[in-house]
């Protein structure tokens, strides 16, 4: 299994190495590994090396603690509900294999708990016919109304419909489901766009929200599509899932720094109630565990 960032650094101070350049080079390694990125990491240990120089600080608490408060000025975190009383849409993107799907429906869920009276999930993703079967078994599961066209058919109108529906029931929020079909970049940002407008439109003003899903096991993969996703339709906030891997990547690091996006929720599993609020603390906490 591969060791975790924390382990390695655990092992690091261990070794009684001195603390010097080559130390300083090795947790460089060591945080590229851990997926912060070469760029996010080489600038981290720079300027931890000058703090800990000037600071005089030699000893295993007091670099962890610097490099700690280094970390977390990148990592954002952002509290994000649907407005009360109000159209609400959200529009949920990210490439294939993500938990997309999944994680709409433990939305909904989190969503129905948390006192949002109308909830109707949008199959958006009218690529993947398994998609919207998939969809339709959670909204089932859950109690929550879905809307769907036939398969092929134009995901704006699937969204169109939803938010109409989700109109004549009351204040609430859909969220809708999209294709995430990262092979042709140019299709994607067209299609994404035309969804991104019918969305714009039929939520009330600043009520609506493009939410990114990735798989935090997928390091700077997951930064790459970041970047695609938020120059196609300017993203609100991430959703990181498969958060309970053993190995936890600090890509949110390099997203944060990067790109300058929050995180709003990770998924820790399977289960509808595997979603909760991100803390961006508890996240570096886990990340330089000790």
Same mark, same amino acid.
Not at 18 to 41: H, P, R, Y
Not at 77 to 96: I, R, Y
Not at 149 to 176: E, K, M, N, Y
């Given at each position: 299994?591969?060791?975790?960032?924390?382990?390695?650094?655990?092992?690091?101070?261990?070794?009684? %190495? /001195?603390?010097?350049?080559?130390?300083?080079e090795?947790?460089t390694?060591?945080?590229?590994?851990?997926?912060?990125?070469?760029?996010?990491?080489? $600038?981290?240990?720079?300027?931890? &090396?000058?703090?800990?120089?000037?600071?005089?600080?030699? &000893?295993?608490?007091?670099?962890?603690?610097?490099?700690?408060?280094?970390?977390?000025?990148?990592?954002?975190?952002?509290?994000?509900?649907?407005?009360?009383?109000?159209? %609400? *849409?959200?529009m949920?993107?990210?490439v294939?294999?993500?938990?997309? @799907?999944?994680t709409?429906?433990?939305?909904?869920? !989190?969503?129905? $708990? #948390?006192?949002?009276?109308?909830? *109707?999930l +949008? =199959?958006a993703?009218?690529?993947?016919?398994?998609?919207?079967e998939?969809?339709?078994?959670?909204?089932?599961?859950?109690?929550?109304?879905?809307?769907? #066209?036939? #398969?092929?058919?134009?995901?704006?109108? *699937?969204?169109?419909?939803?938010?109409?529906?989700?109109?004549?029931?009351?204040p609430? *929020?859909?969220?809708?489901?999209?294709?995430g079909?990262?092979?042709?970049?140019?299709?994607?940002?067209? &299609?994404?766009?035309?969804?991104?407008?019918?969305c714009?439109?039929?939520?009330?003003e600043?009520c !609506?929200?493009?939410?990114l899903?990735?798989?935090?096991? @997928?390091?700077?993969? +997951?930064?790459?599509q970041?970047?695609?996703?938020? &120059? +196609?339709?300017?993203?609100?906030?991430?959703?990181?899932?498969?958060?309970?891997?053993?190995?936890?990547?600090?890509?949110?690091? /390099?997203?944060?720094? $990067?790109?300058?996006?929050?995180?709003?929720?990770?998924? @820790?599993?399977? =289960?509808?109630? %595997?979603?909760? @609020?991100? %803390?961006?603390?508890?996240?570096?906490?886990?990340?330089?565990?000790?």
């Amino acid at each position: 299994m591969k060791q975790s960032f924390g382990e390695k650094l655990k092992a690091l101070f261990s070794k009684g %190495n /001195s603390i010097n350049e080559e130390f300083f080079e090795e947790l460089t390694d060591m945080l590229v590994e851990g997926d912060i990125g070469a760029k996010t990491a080489f $600038e981290v240990v720079d300027e931890l &090396e000058s703090i800990c120089s000037k600071e005089k600080i030699r &000893e295993q608490e007091g670099i962890v603690a610097k490099l700690k408060e280094l970390l977390l000025r990148d990592v954002k975190a952002l509290s994000l509900m649907p407005e009360a009383g109000k159209q %609400n *849409v959200w529009m949920m993107l990210g490439v294939n294999g993500v938990g997309k @799907t999944t994680t709409a429906a433990k939305l909904a869920k !989190y969503f129905k $708990e #948390h006192d949002v009276e109308n909830i *109707v999930l +949008a =199959s958006a993703d009218t690529f993947r016919a398994a998609a919207i079967e998939q969809l339709a078994l959670h909204g089932e599961r859950l109690g929550v109304r879905v809307v769907s #066209h036939q #398969h092929g058919s134009d995901p704006s109108a *699937v969204v169109f419909d939803a938010a109409d529906a989700l109109r004549a029931a009351g204040p609430g *929020v859909v969220i809708a489901d999209t294709a995430g079909r990262l092979h042709n970049k140019e299709n994607l940002v067209r &299609e994404l766009q035309k969804i991104d407008r019918t969305c714009g439109l039929k939520a009330d003003e600043g009520c !609506y929200k493009k939410i990114l899903v990735i798989d935090a096991t @997928t390091g700077q993969n +997951a930064l790459r599509q970041a970047e695609v996703f938020n &120059e +196609a339709v300017k993203i609100d906030a991430i959703i990181m899932t498969k958060y309970d891997s053993t190995a936890k990547g600090g890509v949110a690091v /390099s997203i944060g720094r $990067e790109l300058g996006l929050p995180v709003a929720f990770v998924c @820790t599993g399977e =289960s509808y109630e %595997n979603i909760q @609020t991100f %803390n961006a603390e508890e996240y570096i906490d886990d990340f330089l565990k000790m």
